[in-house]
């Protein structure tokens, strides 16, 4: 029976992607999907997440909620020197040959519920058989532990991506975008005793959707959505190297929903993780007690830590899910 699942993203270059490949995998069953702000303001993730579910077109179609409009106590930062000022590529660049814009405005429903209302009807409807992905800042999650930690614990497993243990950030150099962006849900998510999975960037940066790729296995498909991901990859693609020093779209977000459907994917460490939320320079940094000392003088883990990651199999997933023929 595939895995019942709510995505918590704010979509986000790389969140369509992962989307793309939670929906296209027969293993998940996408119940819902609920936004939060981050790589872009609230208002315009959840209007990419309609232009990405335009393009797909699921069936049946995953219900859809708007979430927190910012962190708990911090201003938003977003990430659109990155992902392009919508949060997906810019893709109001593209005309269509008769001068029409290639991604019209997407139809967004005016009364969508609230993120934290729809994760607690699904709990109550799915009791121990919700697995949450969470593919921005904790915001959402973080508030639905705060209002009923109780009915959080019906949740199965949460598979966050978020978070620099060995490696350096990406945001500042020891903090990891989704993190540093609401430190303290993190940190509120962390303790809460969910069995969570932590999918940091130690492995994330492994896997990458790289310029050739793009033309050797996307491109040629000629369709829309084959346009969709090479135009709205173009921008990172071209920055990458300079902003990133990475050589494609870092699959981040892809790679927590490949942990959903595969699990055997990652290695993982069983560590007791916290948070940094007040340092000046050490802000949103996950710092994991690594010490090589006796488990029993080390608080308690709290967090399994993806560490390594199998790349070949994770990219041949990616791949064959991605690349489908869509009519
Ligand atoms: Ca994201």
């Known amino acids: 029976m595939p895995k019942r699942i709510v995505v918590d993203t704010d ?5 369509a992607l992962a989307l793309i490949l939670a929906l296209r995998s027969p293993e998940l069953k996408v119940e819902a999907i609920t936004t939060v702000a981050g790589n872009a303001p609230v208002e315009q993730v959840t209007k990419n997440l309609f232009t990405i579910l335009e393009l797909l077109d699921p ?9 927190a409009e910012g962190p708990l106590k911090k201003q938003l930062i977003t990430a659109t020197t990155i992902h392009g000022e919508d949060g997906l590529g810019e893709l109001f660049r593209y005309r269509n040959p008769d001068g029409s814009p290639r991604y019209p405005e997407p139809k967004v429903p005016p009364d969508l519920p ?3 209302a729809l994760i607690f009807e699904l709990i109550d409807r799915y009791p121990q058989e919700l697995t949450l992905i969470t593919l921005g800042p904790l915001t959402n999650l973080a508030r639905a532990i705060l209002a009923d930690p109780q009915r959080m614990r019906r949740v199965r497993e949460v598979i966050s991506m978020g978070g620099a243990i060995s490696a350096p950030g990406n945001i500042t150099p020891v903090a990891e975008f989704n993190v540093f962006t609401d430190p303290n849900a993190a940190q509120i998510v962390f303790d809460s005793g969910l069995p969570l999975t932590l999918v940091p960037l130690d492995v994330t940066r492994k896997v990458q959707l790289t310029k050739e790729l793009i033309d050797a296995e996307i491109r ?3 369709d829309r959505l084959s346009q969709f991901i090479s135009d709205s990859t173009a921008r990172v693609v071209e ?3 300079k902003v990133e020093g990475a050589e494609g779209v870092i699959l981040h977000d892809p790679l927590a929903v490949g942990v959903a459907i595969k699990p055997s994917l990652i290695k993982t460490h069983w560590l007791h993780v916290q948070v940094e939320t007040e340092g000046h320079v050490t802000e949103g940094m996950t710092v994991a007690d690594l010490r090589l000392i006796p488990e029993e003088r080390k608080k308690p883990a709290n967090l399994h830590v993806a560490f390594e990651v199998d ?6 997933l990616f791949l064959e899910r991605i690349c489908r023929r869509s009519s």
């Not at 069936?59 to 979430?67: F, H, I, N, Q, T």
């Not at 790349?311 to 041949?316: I, L, N, P, T």
């Open 59 to 67: 069936k049946p179609s995953p219900l859809v909620a708007k979430g």
């Open 11 to 15: 979509p986000g270059v790389d969140d």
């Open 114 to 116: 609230n993120a934290v």
């Open 239 to 241: 920055f990458a190297p």
């Open 311 to 316: 790349v070949e199999r994770f990219m041949s």
């Open 220 to 222: 040629p498909l000629h």
